[in-house]
């Protein structure tokens, strides 16, 4: 149990702009973590290793990607007992994202909306805060660095970009996640589509190939994909990530429908909605992507994640690791360790 109940804070953060909340924090962790006062919000990590992709968890619930897009906070994140971490998503190049206010809470949903668009520092800064973690991973957690494109980049050089980022992060990463599943970056969804997919995914593979005899070590490659799909899609996705040599699929991103928050304030603002009201929709898809790719086949879920009983229902749909991210910011660390004994064993 953290020190200071997140009960405690919460009415605190949610008084403020949530990306205002959202960087307080932020920096909050950066600033104090390793050092005593992680006590604040660290807890005990719930021990129960399983081996996914060829990785050994230390227990099956992560961080998704977008909290910690610089990857500033992995050690102090780490703390509050996920298994592992994924931060990110990184461009080549830094880059401001969209214009501000572009992060609105939902709370009578338990959703928040964003159209935050890739804001990062790009690789290099990126690079240097992965590489300053250690607390976090000497104790075992695993950290997955996620990839995409710059907004400025036309999707027909997306691979470029994609590229560049492999190169980079690959001896930093346990493994790495593909983002084609992003709203918030002007057609990126379009490379969901088969041909698309196919011919960056096959590029990937082949440069993932040439990194693994460089560095002399294999690092898994995930790819993240959208709610907003429909079987067959999900199925023509479920064969290309097959015949690319893709180890996993992360679903599922945010999404663009808006049926579940009709009516409510800041409803109709344009970007990605998370929390409760993409739970059906993502195990909708994972348990479509489990049936087109059989057991075996690594699946991390993510999407409405609230409670231990709602990781326990990703894990029923077909998934094999849960992240969460939404709902970290209405539960507090308590949710990390009520999932990760939700999902034990």
Request: proline share 6%; glycine share 10%; net charge positive.
């Given at each position: 149990?953290?020190l200071?109940?997140?009960a405690?804070?919460r009415p605190f953060?949610f008084?403020?702009?949530?990306?205002?909340?959202?960087?307080?924090t932020?920096?909050s962790?950066?600033?104090l973590?390793?050092?005593?006062a992680?006590c604040?919000?660290?807890?005990?990590?719930?021990?129960a290793?399983?081996?996914?992709a060829?990785?050994?968890?230390?227990?099956?619930?992560g961080l998704a990607a977008?909290l910690?897009?610089n990857?500033?906070?992995?050690d102090g994140?780490?703390?509050m007992g996920?298994?592992?971490?994924?931060v990110?998503?990184?461009t080549?190049?830094?880059?401001?994202?969209?214009?501000?206010?572009?992060?609105?809470?939902?709370?009578?949903?338990e959703?928040?909306?964003?159209?935050?668009?890739?804001?990062?520092?790009?690789?290099a800064s990126f690079?240097?805060?992965?590489?300053?973690?250690?607390?976090?991973?000497?104790?075992?957690?695993l950290v997955?660095l996620n990839?995409?494109k710059?907004?400025?980049t036309?999707?027909?050089?997306?691979v470029?970009?994609?590229?560049i980022?492999?190169?980079?992060?690959y001896p930093?990463?346990?493994?790495?996640?593909?983002?084609?599943?992003?709203?918030?970056?002007?057609?990126?969804r379009?490379?969901?589509?088969d041909e698309?997919?196919?011919?960056l995914l096959?590029?990937?593979?082949?440069?993932?190939?040439?990194?693994?005899?460089q560095?002399?070590?294999?690092?898994?490659?995930f790819?993240?994909?959208a709610?907003?799909?429909?079987?067959?899609?999900?199925k023509?996705?479920?064969a290309t990530?097959?015949a690319n040599?893709?180890d996993g699929?992360?679903?599922?991103?945010?999404?663009?429908a808006r049926?579940?928050?009709?009516?409510?304030?800041?409803?109709q603002?344009t970007?990605?909605?998370?929390?409760?009201?993409?739970f059906?929709?993502?195990?909708?898809?994972i348990?479509?992507?489990?049936?087109a790719?059989?057991?075996?086949?690594?699946?991390?879920?993510?999407?409405?994640?609230?409670?231990?009983a709602?990781?326990?229902a990703?894990l029923?749909?077909?998934?094999?690791?849960?992240?969460?991210y939404?709902?970290?910011?209405?539960?507090?660390?308590a949710l990390?360790?009520?999932?990760?004994?939700?999902?034990a064993g």
């Amino acid at each position: 149990m953290s020190l200071v109940p997140y009960a405690l804070t919460r009415p605190f953060l949610f008084g403020l702009d949530p990306e205002q909340a959202h960087e307080l924090t932020l920096n909050s962790i950066a600033r104090l973590q390793n050092t005593p006062a992680q006590c604040l919000w660290s807890q005990p990590r719930v021990s129960a290793p399983v081996t996914v992709a060829g990785l050994r968890f230390q227990n099956r619930i992560g961080l998704a990607a977008g909290l910690d897009k610089n990857g500033r906070c992995i050690d102090g994140l780490g703390a509050m007992g996920f298994g592992f971490i994924e931060v990110g998503t990184v461009t080549p190049k830094g880059q401001p994202g969209n214009p501000k206010p572009r992060m609105f809470r939902i709370p009578q949903k338990e959703a928040l909306i964003n159209r935050l668009g890739f804001n990062n520092e790009g690789l290099a800064s990126f690079l240097a805060n992965v590489q300053q973690a250690r607390t976090f991973r000497a104790g075992g957690g695993l950290v997955g660095l996620n990839i995409g494109k710059n907004a400025a980049t036309p999707i027909e050089n997306a691979v470029d970009d994609y590229l560049i980022c492999l190169d980079g992060v690959y001896p930093h990463a346990d493994y790495v996640t593909v983002n084609i599943s992003s709203p918030n970056t002007k057609n990126l969804r379009a490379l969901q589509s088969d041909e698309a997919l196919d011919a960056l995914l096959s590029r990937l593979q082949e440069r993932r190939q040439a990194l693994q005899r460089q560095h002399g070590r294999t690092v898994p490659m995930f790819v993240k994909i959208a709610p907003d799909l429909d079987e067959a899609q999900v199925k023509v996705i479920a064969a290309t990530l097959r015949a690319n040599g893709i180890d996993g699929v992360i679903a599922t991103n945010t999404t663009l429908a808006r049926d579940a928050v009709q009516g409510l304030p800041h409803a109709q603002e344009t970007g990605g909605l998370s929390g409760r009201p993409v739970f059906e929709a993502s195990n909708r898809v994972i348990a479509q992507l489990r049936a087109a790719l059989g057991s075996g086949y690594p699946i991390i879920g993510v999407g409405g994640v609230l409670s231990g009983a709602d990781a326990q229902a990703k894990l029923r749909a077909g998934a094999d690791l849960v992240q969460i991210y939404t709902g970290l910011i209405y539960r507090g660390p308590a949710l990390v360790r009520e999932a990760a004994q939700a999902t034990a064993g």
